[in-house]
């Protein structure tokens, strides 16, 4: 089946630390997505990517970083400079617009990031 | 900037009952997509329903309907014959067009409970 895969479902991290957020997808989409999603706040852009080796700042990047090496892969990397980075991440692809793009994100089951 | 706009944090529907969800959005353009996404608890987040802003004819799919308003700016989800699978955050999204997801932009979410 194809799909994304986000790991690790929950992760719990100390102040000061980096930690890694996985997401791979196999639908052999160019695009893919990073959200941030709060209570009340609905999904906020971090970092999107269309093409390999490319990607830019959402709404909210400072504090992140990502990397798009591989097309299946585009990992997240949260920084000890987000200042609040307790959240639930979620990664999401979607298809290349010159190739019949209806606007339809793809979503992994997201990761739950708790910083202690 | 587009916003979006959904002001019921939360609702509850008696099961094979009929439930609407409200989204409004604010956008100065007149060509765009709107969307309705299902979250359902622990599990991927899925599109239920597209409209596309040209089309004056609401969208259908099965149960799920949408009230799409173009004047008022409002594109209100209808749910028929609720079903305990429904239980979920349903969120609004906008898009214009062309496709461009980067700029997607989501509503807080509703969080809808299906009761027995």
């Known amino acids: 089946d194809g799909g994304i895969t986000q790991s690790p479902k929950y992760l719990f991290r100390k102040e000061g630390q980096n930690v890694t957020l996985s997401c791979e997808q196999n639908?052999?989409?160019?695009?893919m997505y990073w959200y941030r999603q709060d209570p009340g706040q609905g999904l906020r852009l971090i970092y999107y990517?269309?093409?390999?080796?490319?990607?830019q700042k959402g709404d909210i990047a400072e504090g992140y970083s990502v990397s798009r090496e591989k097309k299946e892969s585009f990992p997240l990397t949260v920084t000890s400079a987000q200042k609040n980075p307790t959240a639930f991440y979620l990664c999401?692809?979607?298809?290349?617009?010159?190739?019949?793009?209806?606007?339809?994100?793809?979503f992994g089951e997201g990761s739950r990031l708790t910083v202690l | 900037a587009q916003t979006v706009t959904q002001s019921q944090p939360e609702m509850s529907v008696q099961e094979a009952e009929t439930v609407t969800l409200s989204c409004t959005y604010d956008?100065?353009?007149?060509?765009?997509?709107l969307f309705w996404y299902k979250q359902p608890p622990s599990r991927q987040m899925i599109l239920v329903i597209r409209?596309?802003?040209?089309?004056?004819q609401n969208a259908t799919e099965n149960r799920f309907s949408v009230n799409f308003q173009k004047a008022a700016k409002s594109f209100s989800l209808k749910i028929s014959d609720s079903q305990l699978g429904d239980t979920a955050m349903y969120f609004c999204?906008?898009?214009?067009?062309?496709?461009?997801?980067?700029?997607?932009?989501f509503g807080a979410g509703t969080r809808l409970t299906v009761k027995p």
């Open positions: 999204a906008f898009m214009l067009a062309p496709h461009n997801n980067n700029d997607m932009r």
């Open positions: 409209q596309e802003a040209y089309k004056q």
């Open positions: 990517s269309q093409i390999v080796n490319d990607f």
């Open positions: 999401a692809s979607s298809i290349d617009r010159e190739t019949g793009n209806t606007g339809e994100l793809f």
């Open positions: 639908l052999n989409h160019d695009a």
């Open positions: 956008t100065s353009e007149s060509n765009y997509y």
